[in-house]
């Protein structure tokens, strides 16, 4: 009689079927801290601009297992030669890379968990899952860590060409239907060798690092920074930072249990305990998205009328240009602003802000490497014949300014 | 100069790019109503099994309308009269159709609001938006209600081959990744016509219809009624019957505002006021599944361990027959599970349930009309030369029984 | 230094890249007759109907080849031994399946080339491509003989359910745009198992099957027998015909000197030589329609008539019905036409022709078969519960007659 | 009771259904000078390297109309005046722009048909048609000519986003499976507007154009000019040269009736007659690789080893490389070649042959043209942020040298 598997495969409207490749993973993935990631969304309030973008950093962490497993197949065929348990570390290295993320992916992070990165956070998962499973992490964690001493395996879970990337660009174009921002990761990792235990691109897939590139570009500028996502994100993030200054006072906040440990106690690197992992991993976007809907209706002016911006989808204007915004033209939005609703200075400014946004296309300190057929490495910017790579590296800045619709 | 349109355009991955057709459909997209369908999924829980399917009933309803446009466009072509007023009120019927869903779609009709359905909640919406609209809703109220004189426009909007079946099989095939329920929309509309101001389809479309029907009963079977989204819809139910309950117990429980209304309150249909539309209209998958996490840790058994279940996603066991399963069966595993936990029979039936789910793939009593060539209308039932549909009318019925995996 | 493969990776825009496993089947594919199949179109002249229709039985036989590695994977990971000689010949015999298919695909088999089938044709380019590979295709015609004591392997190759038509439907769904075609050629192979050495699908699969049953009867109906492609293909066959009864009678016919042996010479199974297998191998799309273009101004009346009608697409008329045609109203138009070309029966008879068409959408004879959870077999149309598959086992047949537009 | 309209929808695997808007355009389609056109491919001989690239002239020309009525009606939405009459007419040019191609695109404007081009052959068969068709293209062919007054008309049909691209790119990316090379011809539509009777694009479209012209940059270097495709391009370039030399020479040389009149009578555009456009009508793809399988036997060395290549795709090897070959090393392969088969110098180059392919990605003399939100005009390379732009008008220049793999 055959066996037939139990549920090791998973649909993906991308990729098509993904098969778990062993038990071990299966358990992790089973895990209640790795399920918590079906509640974090990938793309934070990106949905308000993108309405199908609601995909999870559980189905993205599962994505990038997947295309690990082809990485591995690919790079042994070429007779790299990768172990079974190097493999294992690998897919597990990059199922959990982004485990640390908080509720909304990077709102958390700027408003109140900001004493640690959720990279330090990610590690904290990882022991805490090498413990449970007997240290069968133990390499998994060396090698997200950069300690193992072959480069390629890091690189293939961090670098300007990873995994991630390959995952996440296809992931979020296909979701947001953006269609342009679609990379080929197939081919991508077809044109993946190892020399000298670095990661590189055969030449031949100069063309598609290239577009690569490019469509990273577009998506970050028309999508990941896209005005009214960027908006609705600063919003959520004052938000947080008002409750977490009312709290600070003592002032009462609606809020489920775990959000409300994060609100009225201080996190620092040096004080995240266990504990704190504890209560961290069960906080996620319904926490905060629920708390906004109380907080709709709190009886501080700011919360409120920030909550309901959120929950409404009516939120402030943007201003974008290219040369910072003068203080002084953000000093009167500001003073209008106070003297329409009685409010001091400190208080407008959670509704009239400014910074900056900036993105680097490419970054020549990792370079991506390019192997040419007469055996040699060459940075992709110097490889590239013509499109102006170098133009690349040089960061883009922007600058916005927010401030309510009234006061235009 | 030229006039560049606001924001009237939505990114669908399905369709491409959807346009909002005019300011007043543009204005009821954006009121706090029907924006509350962002914070619906489409699917419920069935992201439990397929990952990608986190798609809302925002994105459906605006995808719904979307393919209305073309149903128009198609008709018109064909020379059916249809005046722009009722085109614009076949929009408006088309969006709000669901806009009574509660959370998670179903899962509250059968819990905490269930003496009114859904529907009844669509039109009380679309009365209370056609006060604030100055009776620009009626026309779309009337064909919602089936009052309308020209019977096709209530087919698009609710029939066997509806628009709103055209997008949701689609949609629900694409963010599953079930590509086998994929449907072609844009045929089926293509082959719609209007004869006797009834909707007929032409003959030529026939194996796009039996497709259409085999495509939907393989995502009932296969997907919406997939035993493991079945079992967590259960758990769900139970979860809010549970807590029902224990709040007509005056039991504390930690919920939202919204949630702890109905919670606390008898709703019938009769007392379904404004005020009760109002706080229904704030109430969405945010408040349910952030009260399930709340409860996780409630001093109940039944509720903490339910809602410990759907949020670790460690499920009860479910068996399914095509016989009702016996008393005595249940019965001992009831036994076993009152043993082992030390609770009464009552609380057991929480974990040990038995229902029946049933399908019906074709339904004669309102056929899909076929248009043969020479003029003559026929159920398609009728007109398909092969397919037996006439076996598919009888629907389906299959049980299953639930029960935890430690008394297997 | 790392080596990077020779070309081994093809690009299908359905499946992404295809790899081919080892160099005997790249030296295959490189040989002239497999070759040839790049000339010869896989759905005949159904791209008069879909333009998108141009794919080849070339890049067909290459996709299958890649199924097959997917199957043997699956199978593989099930624990189905399967050795590398075994799984060596299912890639080859199922790359060569189709290689005695003549130009056109089936016209040549109706028409000049008719003493013998393209399965006996398959078998001789086998046997001449085992003799230049030293015997390294024995088992993969054992394999395709069905001579093989392994039934599962031949069933792979030619069954049902096979390796085939997995290809050829997604294939010519993707390249028609016939959506509603589509399958799920991954589902289905992720549901394949062997049970006592027959190819089995798990009970899971069961609404899959039903639905590729459901989606091969469309394409038939709607695609492979479509009444535009379905004059075309027997105005093509009527042409060589006709060439091949005047070359009969030594009327001169300009042609490439292949198809004029064809047309010249009597083919028999009997004399069926190398050297006709030869000739057979340069002959392809490009012969056939090369020769009907110079016969458009040939002088014989019905050659170039016919010939004509397939160049600027300008076809005979169809009409179709479930009864045949009585001799009556087919002699009256003959009658007709041979009054208004003054023409004899005999040619006439090309003009204005009936015939029926025939598909059986599921065959219990050699039954596809369901794996139950409870261990047991059983025949597709017994285990789906509710489709009655058995209404599709019944042929369905329908009549066609064509004739000139003019005596309409 | 309805009326149902004729075969008026086309299949388009990538568009889904494509309708042609009335029955002049239909009667176009229908006439055997555009039907040729199923008849010759769109990307040559590139099928030798994408197996899927089968598409033809004439579903491109069907995919072009179907763009520009969205482009119409974009444009009317933002209120840019077209008359019905320029409408059509902007369909019809655009379906007819490239009906001057001879067979495998390129390849004759290289060798037989070379003292015209195909733009030239595009507007005698447009003129042919006007006349057959009363004088109804006479717009059409004004637009097609630059001759009408209001540009952006022109545009559409003619410059470096005009609608021919955005069909080819995406056309040519799916059929080949390069999927980088996908483009959002939809969205890069709904950013068009005109502005002073100029085509531009709104800012916000920005990252579409750049991506627009990247992805096209990448399909020559990957697709166009891919080196196998190359070699194979100029393999038939050299056999139909060789052919016209021996015809010169009278040699006899199996052909079509319409190659033959191509190849023994010499062309120039001033002897371009009525007559010699209609047999130009009678010339496709078959003609020619049916007329190289008969030369594969021709008795002339040189034409038949050269066919032989390209039926058995047995192709030249060869070198790239940024700087020009020097005479040297061309001289001493070519005199290899001579006394390996005992051939002179003139003959030797058939086989050994060096030159260069270049493309521009982007040319400034007729600029893409961004329309800022301030009502400003820039041309796409200064209105891009960073994407050095300019470093892509440079053309890029490549050399390459072919010759035969024995004497590599």
């Known amino acids: 009689m055959p066996k037939t598997n139990k549920l090791k495969i998973i649909n993906d409207p991308i990729y098509g079927f993904i098969s778990i490749p062993n038990s071990l993973i299966f358990d992790i993935i089973e895990h209640p801290y790795f399920q918590r990631l079906r509640r974090v969304t990938q793309m934070g309030l990106s949905n308000l601009v993108y309405p199908g973008a609601n995909h999870t950093r559980f189905h993205h962490a599962i994505g990038c297992m997947h295309l690990m497993q082809k990485a591995v197949r690919v790079l042994r065929m070429k007779n790299v030669e990768i172990s079974d348990d190097e493999a294992n570390a690998l897919y597990i290295a990059i199922l959990l890379h982004d ?23 990610s590690l904290k998962f990882m022991k805490a899952l090498n413990e449970e499973f007997d240290g069968k992490l133990t390499l998994a964690i060396q090698i997200f860590e950069g300690k193992y001493d072959r480069a390629f395996l890091y690189q293939l879970i961090s670098s300007q060409l990873d995994i991630d990337r390959l995952d996440y660009l296809k992931r979020d174009s296909f979701f947001t239907g953006v269609a342009e921002g679609n990379i080929s990761s197939d081919r991508l990792i077809a044109m993946m060798n190892v020399v000298n235990e670095e990661l590189v691109i055969e030449q031949k897939g100069i063309y598609s690092v290239e577009k690569f590139i490019i469509a990273r570009r577009l998506m970050y500028w028309q999508v990941y920074l896209h005005k009214t996502g960027l908006v609705a994100e600063n919003v959520l993030v004052n938000i947080l930072k008002r409750a977490k200054e009312l709290a600070m006072k003592n002032v009462e906040l609606p809020a489920s249990t775990s959000l409300k440990y994060f609100l009225y106690t201080p996190i620092t690197k040096e004080n995240f305990s266990k504990k704190t992992l504890q209560i961290f991993s069960e906080l996620d976007d319904y926490d905060i998205l629920s708390a906004i809907k109380e907080w709709k209706n709190h009886e501080d002016l700011v919360l409120s009328t920030l909550a309901r911006m959120i929950i409404d989808r009516n939120l402030l204007k943007v201003e ?27 208080e407008a400014e959670y509704f009239v802000f400014s910074d900056k946004i900036e993105h ?8 991506i490497k390019i192997y040419s057929k007469k055996g040699k490495l060459k940075d992709i910017a110097k490889a590239s014949d013509q499109l102006n790579l170098k133009a690349l590296t040089k960061p883009v800045v922007k600058y916005f300014l927010c401030y309510p619709k009234k006061i235009m």
Do not use: R, W
């Open 99 to 121: 485990i640390g993320h908080g509720a909304f992916s990077h709102a958390l992070e700027h408003s109140i968990v900001n004493g640690i990165t959720h990279e330090e956070i």
């Open 320 to 346: 974008i240009q290219e040369e910072p915004f003068t203080n002084k033209y953000i000093g009167k939005k500001c003073m209008k602003l106070q003297s329409l609703l009685n409010i001091d200075e400190k």
């Open 360 to 367: 680097q296309a490419y970054n020549t300190n990792k370079p």
